[in-house]
T-cell receptor
């Protein structure tokens, strides 16, 4: 099992450009998440999908959109990138349901916006 | 709102020695989970240990153990017999349940641990 995979691993954008970060999991998990990690800080939740067909905002959703394409895939889109979105982005997944399930993380995408 | 505080930005320990990383949190919830994650230079987030708040017994995983003090809202990580591979950033995290059946992890700012040969 590959676990949680993310593409790309690195990306450089110019201000105003758009891009989509891809995430897939092969653990048959119901819930998926997008976090960002800024220097000197822990991870913060951007958006999450509790189950296929649902998405909700987390702590820092401004400037992002998400799509839960199917049970396996959850993408994060930056419509008009800004330097403040320079960060490392992590996708995670968990079994979901009304219990405290461990979240499994992907390897991260380092995004730089010039 | 949940907050997680790690007051030690950096620590170092000699190989084979023991080190304790501190974490405090603030919450009004009565039942929750706490986690320690390790992030080596590869960036991968790796779960080290988990503690359920309603369990009084402290969790242990091989060389890793926690000291969970619920009343004091304290959750420290002890690493025994430190190894060079333990060099990493360590994050304390509080898991809060989201109403829709998912969970949110609130992270501290991390402690960078260096194991010295």
């Amino acid at each position: 099992n590959a676990g949680v995979t993310q593409t790309p691993k690195f990306q450089v954008l110019k201000t105003g450009q758009s891009m989509t970060l891809q995430c897939a999991q092969d653990m048959n998990h119901n819930s998926m998440y997008w976090y960002r990690q800024d220097p000197g800080m822990g991870l913060r939740l951007i958006y999450y999908s509790a189950s296929e067909g649902t998405t909700d905002k987390g702590e820092v959703p401004n400037g992002y959109n998400v799509s839960r394409l199917n049970k396996r895939e959850f993408s994060l889109r930056l419509e008009s990138a800004a330097p403040s979105q320079t960060s490392v982005y992590f996708c995670a997944s968990s079994e979901g349901g009304f219990s405290y399930n461990e979240q499994f993380f992907g390897p991260g995408t380092r995004l730089t916006v010039l | 709102a949940q907050t997680v505080t790690q007051s030690q930005p950096e620590m170092s320990v000699q190989e084979a020695e023991t080190v304790t990383l501190s974490c405090t949190y603030d919450t009004s919830e009565s039942n929750y989970y706490l986690f320690w994650y390790k992030q080596p230079p590869s960036r991968q987030m790796i779960l080290v240990i988990r503690q359920e708040a309603y369990k009084q017994q402290n969790a242990t995983e091989n060389r890793f153990s926690v000291n969970f003090q619920k009343a004091a809202k304290s959750f420290s990580l002890k690493i025994s017999d430190s190894q060079l591979g333990d060099t990493a950033m360590y994050f304390c995290a509080f898991m809060s349940r989201l109403g829709t059946g998912a969970n949110n992890l609130f992270f501290g700012t991390g402690t960078r641990l260096t194991v010295i040969p």
